[in-house]
Nanobody, 122 residues
Framework: QVQLVESGGGLVQAGGSLRLSCAVS????????MGWFRQAPGKEREFVAA????????NYGYSAKGRFTISRDNAKNTAYLQMSSLTPEDTAVYYC???????????????WGQGTQVIVSS
């Protein structure tokens, strides 16, 4: 059974930083692109960032550009999302997901984590 387990969420003040981690139990982790998505209460799921299988390619949603950095460590089967300059608008549940292709579309992702809550106070 494939598991994606996010960690690192929590409460942070505006302007602060958080680093999210996503541990993946896929033996073929390096064959999957990884993505981060988020969903705030009452809003649709939003693409945050994606990274290709080798890490050579990355892409960011509009809200993440210049503030967030996605990375991965294939030796540790883990993906990361470094978030800085956080604002209350970043408050959401953050999900990591795995896809066989490098994609910005949530429908391309076949495995999903349970999510980790990020709350940014003003």
């Amino acid at each position: 059974q494939v598991q994606l387990v996010e960690s690192g969420g929590g409460l942070v003040q505006a302007g602060g930083s958080l680093r999210l981690s996503c541990a993946v139990s896929l033996r073929t982790f390096s064959s999957y692109a990884m993505g981060w998505f988020r969903q705030a209460p009452g809003k649709e799921r939003e693409f945050v960032a994606a990274i290709s299988q080798t890490g050579a390619l990355t892409n960011y949603g509009y809200s993440a550009k210049g503030r967030f950095t996605i990375s991965r460590d294939n030796a540790k089967n883990t993906a990361y999302l470094q978030m800085s300059s956080l604002t209350p608008e970043d408050t959401a549940v953050y999900y990591c997901a795995a896809s066989r292709t490098f994609s910005l579309l949530g429908t391309s992702y076949v495995y999903w984590g349970q999510g980790t809550q990020v709350i940014v106070s003003s």
